[in-house]
């Protein structure tokens, strides 16, 4: 049995509090079975961004023609595309552990965790296998991997996830997507553009769910002029053979309508089932905690029925000094949501009163194209409430900044009736740089219309878009009387 005053099972956000417990001296152990820095660094958002970013400048040259300029791709080395993101990515994963490798301050363990009792833990499967650890300080920062859906027959097929998408050295020559989120929309976007006729079928009415459903439909429309797109759709079944993936799909009974490629086919129950095919199978359904593996019921650590960590406002769990954050939580399946939540955990544990995690105004962006991005409520969120609201729509083109791009796309206010900023959403170029100005707003400013309208916004720049969508006449919705406007 070896001890220590803080124990961390995960090495991505949770190695922000093991570094700030070793800086204020305590002795400090960090669990880890694969490569150190978590999903976002290895097998998510940094080699998927990185990547994409390679498409926009492909997707860039081959639209010069739009502005006059002659222009010609005359090759794309894919393959070299990959292995240096991939390559940028080990090294940043090798430096971690070479870190924590010479720190006197903290134990690394290779392995995974296993609880033996609420504050004991086992490592097994790993190079530190049989190792005993025992802290007074807990952190489940253990992370999510792909969902996989019960598709019938999927067991069968060389089926993608993710992961091994990201590594991909050569793009396919028809890839077919099982879900619809933001990991389905940026890998559409990536292999699409470097040459793989794409299909997407996603369960919802609209790609990209979680987003507001006006932004959701034109982020469909989009899409569904660059590829082929069945929505309100679920996979049911999947078969390979002869190099040849099918995927079965039905019309799913809780969506509202169902479309295939830009049009409306209907309710589900007017629909007909499809069959897909392509040389190659993403699914991209979602996300599930890493915690079965964790033996949880060693423990008081209490689990939700998709078996997301529970904790408290102040990521306590309801085990004694066991704390929780990150994708394992299950707010907030993003990087900067568990770095927020990281800095919260920290504060708890080093300050004199505890403080609660604050989702208030927590943004989320989508690196496709178009990219999409949003802040607060959505406008269903309103309706569901009943509440009176105004809102305002302005579109790129109507600046000079967006007209000289040609850019597509706007951006969506939601405000109260007294002028707080309930939510925004931006589909278009820069979405994800573009929200920034409201998330400040809402987080260090009066949250107030008057944040964005009383700063002065440079003239032409893009960020134009964003004053003019609030500076405006505002449509009055909620409650009972949507006719209203205010100003």
Not at 415 to 437: F, K, Q, W, Y
Not at 457 to 474: I, N, T
């Amino acid at each position: 049995m070896q001890e220590f005053d803080f124990l961390v099972i995960g090495s991505g956000s949770g190695l922000d509090v093991a570094n700030a417990m070793a800086g204020q001296g305590n002795s400090v152990a960090v669990i880890e079975e694969g490569r150190l820095g978590g999903t976002c660094l290895n097998r998510g958002c940094i080699p998927s961004k990185r990547l994409l970013y390679h498409a926009e400048v492909l997707e860039t040259i081959e639209a010069a023609g739009e502005f006059e300029i002659d222009a010609e791709v005359t090759g794309v080395d894919f393959a070299e595309i990959v292995r240096k993101v991939n390559d940028d990515v080990s090294g940043s994963s090798e430096s971690i552990r070479r870190g924590l490798s010479s720190s006197n301050s903290h134990d690394l363990f290779s392995g995974t965790g296993k609880f033996v009792d609420e504050r004991t833990v086992e490592v097994v499967d790993g190079d530190d296998e049989g190792a005993t650890l025992r802290a007074d300080t807990v952190l489940i920062a253990t992370g999510t991997r792909p969902s996989i859906p019960p598709i019938d027959g999927i067991e069968a097929v060389e089926y993608l996830t993710s992961t091994e998408a990201l590594r991909l050295e050569s793009p396919p020559d028809h890839l077919v997507i099982v879900g619809g989120g933001y990991i389905a929309a940026e890998l559409g976007h990536f292999f699409g553009t470097f040459g793989s006729d794409v299909t997407i079928v996603g369960r919802r009415d609209h790609l990209l769910p979680e987003a507001d459903g006006e932004v959701g439909e034109a982020f469909t429309d989009r899409y569904a002029d660059r590829f082929e797109v069945y929505t309100g759709y679920e996979a049911v079944a999947a078969d390979e053979a002869g190099g040849e993936v099918t995927v079965e799909a039905c019309p799913y009974p809780e969506a509202d309508s169902v479309r295939a490629g830009g049009e409306t086919v209907g309710a589900p129950g007017d629909a007909e089932d499809v069959t897909v095919t392509g040389d190659a199978l993403l699914v991209a359904a979602g996300r599930r905690p890493n915690t079965d593996m964790l033996n949880l019921d060693a423990t008081g650590v209490k689990t939700d029925a998709a078996g997301f960590v529970e904790t408290d406002e102040y990521l306590r769990t309801d085990a004694e000094g066991v704390w929780a954050l990150g994708d394992v939580v299950g707010e907030y399946l993003l990087k900067h949501s568990a770095n927020h939540e990281a800095r919260t955990v920290i504060r708890n544990l080093l300050g004199d009163e505890p403080e609660p995690v604050d989702y208030s105004a927590m943004p989320f962006a989508v690196f496709a194209s178009p990219e999409v991005a949003g802040v607060g409520a959505r406008e269903r969120d309103l309706r569901e409430t009943d509440v009176e609201y105004a809102t305002r729509t302005y579109p790129y083109d109507e600046t000079a900044r967006g007209s000289a791009m040609h850019a597509e796309g706007f951006v969506k206010v939601l405000i109260d009736l007294d002028g707080t900023i309930e939510g925004c959403h931006i589909v278009g170029p820069e979405a994800s740089n573009l929200i920034e100005e409201v998330v400040v707003a809402m987080t260090a400013g009066s949250g107030t219309v008057a944040d964005i309208r009383e700063a002065v916004h440079v003239h032409p720049a893009l960020s134009e878009v964003v004053d003019r969508a609030f500076s405006g006449q505002f449509s009055r919705g909620g409650g009972h009387d949507h006719q209203h406007h205010h100003d």
